[in-house]
């Protein structure tokens, strides 16, 4: 049994005491006035010794509860010592007013008035947190802002900036911030927060062995549950916060390079609208605009050009009468190279001499050859098309026993091979070799 641990807890208590009545001794005083009665100064006298009781007692209890150290060093010390300031003026005060020392009791009464809101205020900064007065004044971020991120790309969006630091803003700040570090704990900085408190680190690779996650997850009865007081974590913040520390608590991952569980994408996408579903190349990346003149041109040439999605710059192109355009033809494309994704040259004569020009297009994700002269040699010119998906190579001249030509187009999902002279019996080893592309013969 701790005693005086018990004693120093009443401080909370009995601290409001004194306020009370030294403030009422004001508020008397002022009000009085000139027209005094000695019942009126014995009234005021009564209520000032009250307050210079009072205003022991609530010391002696605040000196007790500082001993259990767990607030920060430079409020504590203002608080605790402008209090004890005022204890003293208390005393002295009920006895300028019994002595009639007029000078002395109104300094003293007008300094107790100045004492109380600043030791008030220290007094709140070290149960409340330092900005605790003018937070309501600087707004609060609602915990399912839909509109809280204005690019909602989970490439985009840095887990622990964007969910992880506010989180600990909002819950955990009060008591754990450079100005008060309780339990040795800082956490409002990424650095601090990995450095931990007095008892060790609070951040570990495993969710259920961080503190962090103990203390949030405990019993609200447990004396050692986190926060002590405010609104708890709830369901979708510790989900969160056990997410960020299982994929390594780093400070600079995205949503998407920190692989989110499907609780966490249920989560992202009810609370913040932000879809984690896999998404297309032309769906992540956006290509640059195109003036009007140079597409009017081109169409001029005999190329069809469409965008292949509103408010996207990506286009699919193909001849608008293969008859009337050729391969010689294919160079003016590069003009737009950079947003052509779906392109169509099908027909044109080509051979393997002219896919060094294709391999140009750095953002092609379908591309159609069908009906030209082209051979696996050829292919192999394609390799810097990283993003391509789709190749139709029907009614080509290809012989592939296999294809080697396709291990550097690693986005390559279907190759159409059928009226080629690939045999068969190869298709069945590309397709063990290649399980990943989808061989249509």
Same mark, same amino acid.
């Given at each position: 049994m701790d005693i005086m641990n018990f004693i120093g807890r009443l401080h909370p208590l009995v601290v409001h005491l004194p306020i009370g009545f030294l403030f009422l001794a004001l508020l008397v005083e002022w009000f009085i006035g000139k027209g005094k009665s000695n019942s009126s100064t014995r009234i005021v006298l009564f209520?000032?010794?009250?307050?210079?009781?009072?205003?022991?007692?609530?010391?002696?209890?605040?000196?007790?509860?500082?001993m259990d150290g767990d607030y920060e060093t430079s409020l504590l010390s203002w608080h605790r010592w402008l209090g004890t300031a005022i204890g003293i003026l208390a005393i002295i005060a009920p006895i300028a007013k019994y002595f009639s020392k007029k000078q002395l009791?109104?300094?003293?009464?007008?300094?107790?008035? #100045? @004492?109380?809101? %600043?030791?008030?205020?220290?007094?709140?900064?070290?149960?409340?947190? +330092?900005?605790? /007065? &003018?937070?309501?004044?600087?707004?609060?971020?609602?915990?399912n802002n839909f509109d809280l991120f204005e690019i909602r790309n989970p490439d985009s969006i840095i887990v622990y900036t964007s969910f992880i630091q506010p989180m600990l803003e909002r819950k955990c700040y009060d008591c754990h911030n450079s100005e008060k570090d309780m339990g040795g704990l800082n956490m409002d900085s990424y650095?601090? #927060? @990995?450095?931990? %408190?007095?008892?060790?680190?609070?951040?570990?690779?495993?969710?259920? +062995?961080?503190? /962090? &996650?103990?203390r949030v997850t405990l019993p609200k009865t447990n004396e050692k549950y986190m926060p002590p007081k405010g609104a708890p974590l709830n369901y979708n913040e510790i989900s969160l916060l056990k997410w960020w520390i299982e994929q390594g608590s780093d400070s600079l991952k995205t949503i998407t390079e920190m692989e989110p569980n499907k609780t966490v994408k249920?989560?992202?996408?009810?609370?913040?609208?932000?879809?984690?579903?896999?998404?297309?190349?032309?769906?992540?990346?956006?290509?640059?605009?195109?003036?009007?003149?140079?597409?009017?041109?081109?169409?001029?040439l005999g190329w069809e050009i469409n965008q292949i999605a509103e408010g996207n710059n990506f286009l699919e192109v193909s001849p608008k009468n293969k008859n009337l355009l050729s391969k010689k033809d294919l160079s003016v494309l590069a003009k737009i190279k950079d947003n052509i994704t779906w392109l169509d040259l099908s027909g044109l004569a080509l051979e393997d001499a002219d896919i060094g020009i294709i391999s140009k297009f750095k953002n092609l994700t379908k591309l159609q050859l069908g009906d030209n002269g082209i051979t696996e040699n050829g292919l192999v010119s394609l390799s810097s098309l990283k993003h391509l998906e789709s190749l139709n190579l029907a009614n080509n001249p290809i012989q592939s026993e296999n294809l080697d030509w396709a291990k550097p187009l690693t986005?390559?999902?279907?190759?159409?091979?059928?009226?080629?002279?690939?045999?068969?019996?190869?298709?069945?080893?590309?397709?063990?070799?290649?399980?990943?592309?989808?061989?249509?013969?």
């Open positions: 209520i000032l010794i009250l307050g210079a009781l009072s205003s022991v007692v609530a010391i002696v209890c605040g000196w007790l509860l500082a009791y109104r300094v003293t009464l007008i300094s107790i008035g #100045l @004492l109380l809101v %600043g030791t008030g205020h220290y007094g709140g900064s070290l149960t409340h947190g +330092s900005d605790y /007065l &003018i937070q309501p004044l600087k707004g609060t971020v609602s915990e650095a601090k #927060l @990995l450095e931990g %408190g007095d008892h060790g680190k609070v951040v570990t690779n495993d969710p259920w +062995s961080s503190e /962090l &996650i103990l249920h989560i992202l996408a009810s609370n913040y609208k932000i879809d984690t579903s896999p998404k297309t190349f032309v769906e992540r990346v956006q290509a640059p605009s195109v003036n009007a003149s140079i597409l009017d041109s081109l169409t001029h986005s390559l999902k279907r190759v159409y091979l059928w009226q080629t002279k690939t045999n068969p019996d190869s298709v069945d080893r590309i397709r063990e070799s290649f399980p990943e592309i989808q061989v249509i013969l």
